[in-house]
């Protein structure tokens, strides 16, 4: 079974960085968009980017100009580049891949904890 595994949260001051990364624990194909979403306590989970695999990409409103999320086809990893973090950005943070077979399916990894506090 193969599963994202998401590295790169932690602990960082207001106005910090951090990269997170993602990427599958075996083989996997036909990935079509990739995306990152978060859930902080208490909240529904949402979006924070998307990319396809055209490299078009999708913000929340609330990290535009801020985030910017990447890929590599070649190595099928995924890449969020946060700047400028804020208290409320805090969340759990989980990467999904799109499988464009038929059916279609949806890999997500286990989620990597973001805090931003001083």
């Known amino acids: 079974q193969v599963q994202l595994v998401e590295s790169g949260g932690g602990l960082v001051q207001p106005g910090g960085s951090l990269r997170l990364s993602c990427a599958p624990s075996?083989?996997?194909?036909?990935?079509?968009?990739m995306g990152w979403y978060r859930q902080a306590p208490g909240k529904e989970r949402e979006l924070v980017a998307a990319?396809?695999?055209?490299?078009?990409?999708n913000y929340a409103d609330s990290v535009k100009g801020r985030v910017t999320i990447s890929r590599d086809n070649a190595k099928n990893t995924v890449y969020l580049q946060m700047n400028s973090l804020k208290p409320e950005d805090t969340a759990v943070y989980y990467c999904?891949?799109?499988?464009?077979?038929?059916?279609?399916?949806?890999?997500w990894g286990q989620g990597t904890q973001v805090t931003v506090s001083s």
């Open positions: 999904n891949f799109h499988q464009s077979t038929w059916p279609p399916r949806d890999y």
């Open positions: 075996g083989s996997i194909f036909s990935i079509s968009a």
């Open positions: 990319i396809t695999s055209g490299r078009r990409t």
